[in-house]
């Protein structure tokens, strides 16, 4: 079975605090890629990053960092020094060879002032 | 930047009427989808479509559900009679390769609300 969670429904920070967002993945396939997604109060989902199984580096982009275990099944998401525009629900998902994407249930973010 | 978009941004139908959601997906895509979030949900996959027909499609598309690409760059989906639990934002997405890692692109959204 395909599945990806989110434990952490909602995280509140204050600003500049750094957070980590956890995601949990399961699939049976060797060969899949795993997404975070930022989801504004606008509605849009908005991509950050893709991954490839087989690429475990660990990557940054500015404030955004993402951290790929395999061993664990984990791809967790830490933003650096938060701030307000942060706030969202940040979404993984998971695609393996069915031709759709599986979302986790989203984690609620707020950055507070 | 070339970008998936959507009308109407909110829908408000009458439930049992037909309401048809629209998409014109980037233009050297070939792969088109259509996703749906109910309020405070996950996001949850509808329907995949290439070359003119279905490739793959949820046990929540059922028979209220169709999907048409009537002309070379609108993707619809229409439901034929709506439900109150049919409300949800409605995201359509498109992708130029059906390979694994291939980047989905999604619309800004339909919030269709059935009363």
């Known amino acids: 079975a395909q599945k990806v969670t989110q434990a952490q429904t909602e995280i509140s920070v204050v600003e500049k605090e750094d957070v980590t967002l956890d995601c949990v993945y399961e699939?049976?396939?060797?060969?899949?890629?795993l997404f975070w997604y930022k989801q504004p109060p606008s509605g849009e989902l908005v991509f950050l990053i893709r991954r490839n199984s087989f690429d475990e580096q660990n990557e940054i982009s500015g404030r955004y960092s993402w951290n790929f275990q395999k061993s664990t099944s984990s791809f967790n998401f830490t933003i650096t020094a938060s701030q307000v525009v942060d706030s969202a629900v940040y979404f993984c998902?998971?695609?393996?060879?069915?031709?759709?994407?599986?979302f986790g249930k989203g984690t609620r973010l707020h950055i507070l002032p | 930047e070339p970008e998936v978009t959507q009308t109407p941004s909110h829908q408000v139908t009458q439930m049992g009427q037909e309401v048809i959601l629209r998409c014109v997906p980037i233009s050297n895509h070939l792969y088109f989808y259509w996703y749906r979030q109910i309020l405070g949900q996950k996001v949850e996959f509808l329907v995949s479509?290439?070359?003119?027909?279905?490739?793959?499609k949820s046990e929540i598309f059922d028979d209220q559900f169709s999907v048409e690409r009537p002309d070379g760059s609108n993707f619809t989906l229409k439901i034929r009679s709506t439900k109150l639990e049919d409300s949800a934002m409605y995201f359509c997405a498109s992708s130029e390769a059906q390979r694994v890692g291939a980047e989905a692109f999604f619309g800004q959204g339909t919030r269709l609300t059935v009363v």
């Open positions: 479509f290439y070359n003119n027909e279905i490739s793959e």
């Open positions: 699939t049976r396939d060797t060969t899949y890629y």
């Open positions: 998902a998971l695609k393996n060879r069915d031709d759709k994407i599986i």
